[in-house]
RNA sequence: GGAUGAUUAGCUCAGUUGGUUAGAGCGUUCGAUUCACAUUCGAAAGGUCACUGGUUCGAGUCCAGUAUCAUCCACCA
């Protein structure tokens, strides 16, 4: 059968129809596996993109590190599971559709009022999760689309309410006034993750309150000062001292104050006066010495941002006008002694970059040191620590233990309410003083706008944080809280988990990898995932963050479209390790689209050259015949075994650079180069089948397609396909160091051979065929006479070797010729007193492992054949 | 201020538990090419593994310190 065969892969033919063959045959789902009951479970699930926008190389990258794990995996025998899904990104959303609204209509949020602006938000997300989900698909991703989730879909909603209620009824969430980051600009508080610094100048004013308040204080925002309640002091400074535990009633620009001096050591005695104002109600720090010191606190400010009422002409100025209005005044009374520029850190909101407030407001919060009995007594907090001391959870790379403990460690009551409309309804309603939290509204429901009043239970206005839904995701998407009854798992949860791998990025440890262990452990009492593996962010060419902005983003479908998914994929795979930052360009990856062509090229080759080619597994040891079958044949079971031990030890990188190595260099250059003269239909028949398996997971379509061609005749036969082939077995037996050994000597003498005679224009096939031919001539001695004149066992054929070298140098160029051979004779007469120095080392010797001790003997004889051999022919050529 | 990482060829980066003469790709130079592939092939040049010490028979790899860069966290009253 003559086949026709293109002269290049063409992805953008095949991709989209492979694709749907996959689906189509249920394989995503492990359910439809074909596996031995007691088959392992393998389950990923993906974090799920924000559907802000479409997907970018991260997530590229993310998904072709995922899909390659599951597909490794699923060939292994597994019963392989990777979730999709999508995360609404509560506040990001509604930033987006507030900002198009405004662009579009010029109207905010409060013009359409929450129900019609959700519904705004659904269209829009509706559109962005489509073409997410068809972005994802592209990228071959092998996700278990039956299993499909979104984080604020009806099944997720449950899941949340029934959360919530659980850790309400634990008393792990509770509400209370807290000091929270409050963006005035959103009206909505911030996680200390959410917040951004930017150094700006700032005035530092030192002034006193009045002129009988003896301690002069310094900050950088006068107007808060209208708050204070004591003015803190290092009990070392001598200066203080005496003040320390005294109250003194002040008028501080007309406003009454009563201040106390206490004693903090945090306070730096040599920053401003070494007095520190105290202002409870709107710094984070004084809010922990009111507490320690029992002070009154004080609100200033109101969550417009603005002064609030009582506290004279300042009231209703926004903050900066206060500022300036109290320094004008302190400068009119003559209080204030100084003012200089510094420079501070602003903390200004991640969404919105306005100024963050800190003040304090009721929200709801999740109490990370609350002792649970659920917990064996501990909190959430050491839970989640000692699952990590314990090695339940293992960090990739495991550095990143220490940034999750760390942060842990200090880890404060995480506030999960958040004032915006998009997102999961908090399950709280409240009736005058009555609170009702259920997982459905009591009975009485008002409208969701009315102001909570006597006689109607009306729901709190606020949203959940958008982690709290996310953290719930591994369990959320298992079928939590039906399958789990009693404490017994069913179903999908029992199953499935623990999952295997958190797959993710090193940036969200703290955001999102921490709460699901804590979510977890709280909800099903178990650690969420096993490992979790870091991968770093994907940089462009010049090592800088891929935005929009600078507009130096690749957008990965267009590499797609234009090199096709698995060239893609092997870009973002080999060379990149995990933790590290990647740098990626469009040559990379055209570079891989290269690769794929090679590979198709080995198979366009292979099956011209034998019509009647086919794939087996196996191969047996009759079918192996010359010394370059030897040499490929052990080559690919080194191979296998050494990729496999790489996956599995999630080092992909090099594992593709083995594969990559092997297919180009070895396979491609050397044996069906060589193979031209000598066909062995098996062997080409086997090494091409294993090196389509292992290559699989890196490039699922090319290698798919070359199957699908050479194995199955319709796409319908789902169970011939690849993706669900058996990954291949190193066969030790195969393994022949000798003929890999002599080989690599022939490829030397090949390439130098070619080289010399190449400028006296003798075809290099032709002397290939030379060496070749005479491999393979069943007079053994005679053929390996001339390939192992180089490999120097013995003087006579190192002199022969050398003599050979002769003869084609006296066709060339005699001086430079000696001058090599110089080289040589130093390089080997060197190596030869290195080894024998390290080998008279007793010390070496007594301690060193044996093989090593054995291969520098075994060096030893080697080099000092052909140093021998070197010189030899060195004074001939005198 | 605290922590973590990086520093290896002109460029981009690998280098597994310390063990042959430290690797790859790109680039450069020389050469080949009716052959499955110009998206090709053969070869060469190019390295004090940032610096200084230490441990060891042996260090790119382990330890300590220094420098530069990057990132994260805290704080800047």
Redesign the pocket.
């Known amino acids: 059968m003559k086949r026709e065969i293109p002269?290049?892969?063409e992805p953008q033919r095949y991709e989209d129809k492979i694709y749907k063959t996959w689906e189509k045959s249920g394989m995503f789902n492990p359910d439809n596996l074909k596996l031995p009951k007691n088959a392992k479970p393998y389950t990923i699930v993906l974090p799920p993109p924000n559907i802000t926008d479409k997907l970018h190389l991260g997530h590229s990258s993310m998904l072709a590190i995922e899909d390659l794990l599951i597909r490794f995996h699923r060939m292994k025998g597994y019963r392989a599971l990777w979730i999709p899904g999508t995360d609404h990104a509560a506040i990001a959303t509604q930033n987006v559709v507030e900002k198009r609204l405004l662009k579009e209509t010029g109207k905010t949020r409060h013009d359409l009022g929450r129900e019609k602006f959700l519904k705004e938000v659904w269209k829009f997300l509706r559109v962005t999760q489509k073409t997410i989900l068809k972005q994802t698909r592209k990228m071959g991703a092998s996700l278990d689309w039956s299993r499909e989730a979104f984080t604020l879909d009806d099944e997720r909603i449950k899941a949340v309410r029934k959360m919530f209620v659980e850790m309400y009824e634990e008393g792990v969430i509770s509400r209370g006034e807290r000091i929270v980051n409050w963006c005035p600009r959103c009206k909505s508080t911030l996680a200390?993750?959410e917040?951004e610094?930017a150094?700006q100048k700032?005035k530092?004013y030192t002034f006193k309150y009045d002129k009988n308040f003896p301690i002069a204080?310094?900050?950088?925002?006068p107007e808060t000062k209208l708050g204070d309640t004591a003015v803190?002091v290092?009990p070392k400074d001598v200066r203080y001292k005496n003040f320390i535990g005294q109250t003194f009633d002040v008028d501080f620009l007309g406003v009454a104050l009563k201040i106390k001096v206490i004693a903090d050591r945090?306070?730096?005695?040599?920053?401003?006066t070494?007095?520190?104002?105290?202002?409870p109600a709107h710094?984070?720090?004084?809010w922990k010495m009111a507490e320690e010191n029992d002070l009154e606190i004080v609100k200033v400010i109101n969550e417009d941002g603005n002064i609030r009422e009582g506290f004279g002409k300042f009231s209703g100025l926004t903050s900066l006008e206060a500022r300036e209005l109290v320094a004008k005044e302190l400068e009119k009374s003559g209080m204030l002694e100084k003012e200089e520029e510094?420079?501070?850190?602003?903390?200004t909101c991640y969404r919105c970059g306005a100024s963050v407030e800190p003040l304090p407001s009721k929200q709801w919060f999740v109490l990370v040191d609350k002792k649970l009995k659920r917990l064996g007594n501990k909190s959430l907090k050491e839970k989640a620590l000692e699952v990590a001391k314990k090695k339940e959870i293992e960090f990739m790379?495991e550095?990143?233990t220490?940034?999750y403990t760390?942060?842990m460690t200090?880890l404060h009551d995480w506030c999960i309410s958040r004032q915006i409309w998009f997102g999961h309804e908090i399950p709280v309603w409240y009736k005058g003083e009555e609170i009702y939290v259920g997982e459905k509204a009591p009975k009485g429901k008002g409208p969701a706008s009315a102001k909570a009043s006597a006689g109607k239970w009306v729901q709190d206005p606020d949203t959940l944080d958008t982690w709290f839904s996310s953290g719930m995701w591994t369990f959320s998407t298992l079928g939590w809280p039906q399958n789990l009854k009693n404490g017994k798992k069913s179903n999908d949860l029992k199953k499935f988990h623990p999952t295997q791998v958190l797959e993710t990025g090193?940036?969200i440890i703290?955001l999102w990898v921490s709460r699901m262990i804590m979510m977890s452990l709280f909800a099903v009492g178990e650690i969420p995932f096993e490992k979790v593996y870091l991968h770093g962010m994907v940089?462009d060419?010049?090592?800088k963050?891929m935005s929009k902005s600078k507009g130096n983003g690749i957008d990965p479908m267009d590499m797609i479209e234009k090199f096709g998914t698995d060239a893609v994929r092997l870009a973002l795979l080999v060379?990149?390790?995990p933790?590290?930052?990647?740098?990626i360009s469009e040559?990379?990856i055209?570079?891989f689209?290269?690769?794929?062509?090679?590979l198709?090229?080995?198979y366009?080759?292979s099956a011209?050259?034998y019509p009647e080619l086919k794939l087996a597994e196996k191969i047996s040891q009759k079918k192996i015949k010359t010394l370059a079958d030897r040499w490929i044949v052990s080559r690919l079971n080194e191979l296998i075994a050494?990729v496999t031990?790489?996956l599995e030890?999630y080092?992909f990188?090099?594992a593709g650079?083995k594969l990559?190595?092997f297919v180009?260099?070895d396979l491609?250059?050397?044996y069906?180069?060589i193979s031209?003269l000598e066909k062995n239909e098996y062997v080409i028949g086997y090494v091409i089948n294993c090196v389509l398996r292992l290559l699989h997971p890196f490039a699922p379509f090319v290698t798919e397609k070359i199957w699908g061609d050479l194995n199955y005749e319709s796409a319908s036969s789902a169970d011939k396909m690849l993706m669900v082939e058996k990954w291949p077995v190193s066969d030790k037996k195969l393994i022949d160091k000798k003929a890999e050994k002599e080989f690599k000597k022939l490829?030397?003498t090949?390439?130098?051979i070619?080289?010399i005679r190449?400028?006296y224009?003798i075809?290099?096939?032709r002397i290939i065929k030379t060496y070749a031919t005479k491999l393979n001539n069943k007079e053994i001695i005679e053929k390996l006479a001339r390939v192992e004149i180089l490999s120097g066992k013995s003087k006579a054929k190192t002199i022969k070797i050398a003599n050979l070298h002769l003869d084609i140098a006296e066709l060339i160029d005699i001086e430079k010729e000696k001058e090599r051979l110089q080289?040589e004779i130093e390089?080997?007469e060197?190596?030869v007193s290195?080894?024998e120095s390290?080998l008279n080392?007793?010390?070496?010797v007594s301690?060193?492992?044996k093989?090593?001790v054995d291969?520098?003997r075994?060096?030893l004889v080697?080099?000092k054949t052909?140093l021998e051999g070197q010189r030899e022919l060195l004074e001939n050529l005198n």
């Open positions: 002269k290049t892969y200390d993750d917040l610094y150094t700032a530092l204080i310094a900050t950088t925002r803190a290092n945090q306070i730096e005695m040599d920053f401003g070494g007095a520190l104002g105290v202002t710094s984070m720090v004084d510094i420079e501070n850190n602003l903390s790379p550095r990143f220490k940034r760390d942060w200090n090193y940036e703290t940089l060419k010049l090592g963050k060379g990149s390790t933790g590290n930052d990647m740098r040559d990379k055209e570079s689209r290269n690769f794929v062509t090679k198709w090229n080995v366009r080759f011209t050259s050494e031990d790489d030890k080092r990188s090099l650079e990559q190595s180009w260099n491609a250059d050397w069906l180069e031209k490829q030397e090949i390439g130098k070619r080289n190449s400028s224009r075809d290099p096939v080289k390089n080997f060197n190596l290195k080894t390290l080392n007793e010390k070496f301690s060193a492992p093989n090593v291969l520098n075994n060096n080697e080099y052909k």
